[in-house]
């Protein structure tokens, strides 16, 4: 993934629904391993979330970082 983007993650079908993420984090990097996302965020830090565990994760494209 290029450029940085937002990441919102959903905990419950009732947040999804009302466009009020539980989690909301800046990246610039995101992998899928089988139930796991890797996100890198841009204060550098690295997070894995259990996808087992949210009921849905949607992405908005940001700015590029000039490729």
Do not use: W
């Not at 990246?27 to 391993?33: A, L, R």
Request: hydrophobic share 30%; proline share 1%; aromatic share 14%.
């Amino acid at each position: 993934m290029y450029g940085i983007t937002q990441c919102y993650i959903y905990n419950s079908i009732e947040s999804y629904n009302g466009e009020a993420p539980d989690v909301t984090v800046e990246v610039k990097d995101v992998k899928q391993s089988g139930d796991y996302l890797t996100l890198q965020d841009t204060s550098g830090y690295t997070h894995i979330v259990n996808l087992t565990r949210v009921f849905a994760v949607t992405y908005k494209a940001g700015q590029s970082t000039g490729y």
